[in-house]
Nanobody, 116 residues
């Protein structure tokens, strides 16, 4: 059974940090690229960060570049999103996605709220 389980969301003040985790099971994690997406109320889902399967190359949305870092631990079948210097506009539900060719899996999402 394929599972992607996100954790680490919560309420944080502007300028603060959070680290999201996404634990994968039920598929060959090391062979999949991993993404973090987010969706704010009333907005479309946005691709935030990507890390490739083999060499671990990373790509970021302009809105988070320099503040967010995606990483993966293939031994633990887990992908992370370290979020620093958080802004109110980062408030959203954050989802992880695994993709390989036409196959994709999604997690259930974790809420991140940035507010004073």
């Amino acid at each position: 059974q394929v599972q992607l389980v996100e954790s680490g969301g919560g309420l944080v003040q502007p300028g603060g940090s959070l680290r999201l985790s996404c634990a994968a099971s039920g598929f060959a994690f090391i062979t999949y690229a991993m993404n973090w997406y987010r969706q704010a109320p009333g907005k479309e889902r946005e691709l935030v960060a990507t890390i490739t399967s083999a060499l671990g190359f990373t790509v970021y949305a302009d809105s988070v570049k320099g503040r967010f870092t995606i990483s993966r631990d293939n031994a633990k079948n887990t992908v992370y999103l370290q979020m620093n210097s958080l802004k109110p506009e980062d408030t959203a539900v954050y989802y992880c996605r695994a993709v390989r060719g036409s196959t994709e899996y999604w997690g259930q999402g974790t809420q991140v709220t940035v507010s004073s």
